[in-house]
């Protein structure tokens, strides 16, 4: 059985773990780097391992349109598939469908869209979500919901959240056994009213643990912030909590602060990607010419592979020569970087100086180091 305690507390901020049936440990608050297609890019899984991941996210609806949840199943689920023997939590695919727009077509019975890859066109309901992920074998599965856009009328985001609601029941109806936890998600939109009558609903049904989806969609960063005060308020204390899509390191601070225990974000990995680096003194673009010459660490701070090993005039020139392990080091260091933050977040809870290690991270200089 999946199992949650919270075992500090300073203020709203908790620090805890949660444990999977398989008897795997995460350490909350968390944050799980995106492997959508049962891969962190540029990564292998011992890379991930090496920056202090628990736990990683894989997505419905990418591993569902390829290579396909029965490949994967046949090959012994999805852990066996990519070599990751630790959590998994795989998003149910409801933010990817949203997010093919013209490509759907939303009805109360499911979703039909066409694949980005081959335009050819396929129906997922609440049940076929559930299907798909007991098929993939994750610790973690997630609801099919419905995610309406920013900005959306008060009409549309009540009928989005109540599609939401009735499609969570389906799912909990078709969930079979209790190997797989189950995470209910909440909507709402930037509705304060509906942002807590969503998560009423919702912890009603009674699920393993609480999203809060719908969010980080454009909204800005304080009315994401303010929305997700006013639902985390409505969540059960004993459930694991948890915040998708977000976000920046602000961010993950400011939802710690509210009551949150688990985040994702394709941020580092694809900022990585970009070159946009970030370091205890704030974000640097490695391909600034005044790196051509500077032969300090990324961060003299940071005990990964890239800060251990390499200058950033050697990550500057490999990501101006296009270099493939340009990819990789500025990954490693981003992912190590979130880690990190994490557990000075889990240590701070325990000290009982959230506050005081909010506020620092929060007055640091955001702007690239010169």
């Known amino acids: 059985m999946f199992t949650f305690k919270v075992l500090n507390r300073d203020k709203k901020a908790r620090r805890g773990f949660f ?9 909350t608050p968390a944050f799980m780097p995106v492997g959508t297609q049962a891969t962190v890019k540029t990564l292998s899984p011992e890379d991930v391992l090496s920056t202090g991941a628990e736990i990683l996210l894989g997505n419905t609806y990418h591993l569902y349109i390829r290579p396909g949840h029965k490949l994967i199943e046949k090959l012994g ?28 077509k939303i009805t109360d019975e499911g979703v039909q869209f066409q694949s980005h890859l081959d335009g050819s066109r396929h129906f997922i309901t609440p049940e076929k979500a559930i299907e798909i992920q007991q098929s993939l074998g994750s610790d973690i599965m997630m609801c099919f919901d419905e995610v309406a856009p920013y900005p959306s009328t008060i009409e549309h985001l009540k009928k989005a959240m109540d ?28 509705d304060a009213r509906l942002r807590e009558e969503s998560a009423k609903q919702i912890v009603q049904i009674g699920f393993d643990g609480y999203a809060i989806g719908g969010l980080s969609v454009g ?3 304080t009315l994401m912030l303010d929305m997700t005060e006013v639902t985390a308020a409505c969540l059960p204390e004993d459930k694991p909590r948890y915040l ?35 370091t205890t003194h704030g974000k640097i673009n490695i391909r600034n010419s005044a790196f051509t010459e500077d032969p300090r660490p990324l961060d003299e701070q940071c005990p990964c592979e890239t800060c251990r ?25 981003n992912l190590t970087f979130y880690q990190r933050l994490m ?19 929060l007055q640091k200089n955001p702007s690239p180091e010169p």
Not at 97 to 102: A, E, I, M, N, W
Not at 164 to 185: D, H, M, P, V, Y
Not at 253 to 272: E, I, L, Q
């Open 244 to 278: 998708m899509g977000v976000g920046t390191p602000e961010d993950i601070v400011g939802a710690v602060a509210r009551g949150v225990d688990m985040f994702d974000c394709v941020m580092p990995t694809r900022n990585a990607r970009n070159g946009s680096l970030f």
């Open 163 to 190: 599609r939401t609601t009735k499609w969570e029941e389906r799912c909990k109806s078709a969930r079979i056994g209790t190997a797989q936890a189950l995470f209910g998600i909440t909507q709402g939109g930037t």
């Open 309 to 333: 090993n390499y200058s950033r005039a050697y990550l500057r020139h490999l990501f101006m020569a296009d270099e493939l392990l340009a990819l990789r080091l500025n990954t490693l260091h």
């Open 19 to 27: 444990k999977t049936a398989r008897g795997h440990v995460v350490n």
């Open 219 to 221: 909204e800005s960063d």
């Open 343 to 361: 557990q000075g977040i889990r240590s701070a809870i325990e000290a009982g100086r959230f506050t005081e290690f909010a506020e620092g991270h």
């Open 77 to 104: 689920g999805l852990h066996k598939f990519m070599h990751w023997e630790r959590p998994i939590l795989t998003d149910s695919g409801g933010f990817q469908v949203f997010s093919l727009k013209g490509l759907t």
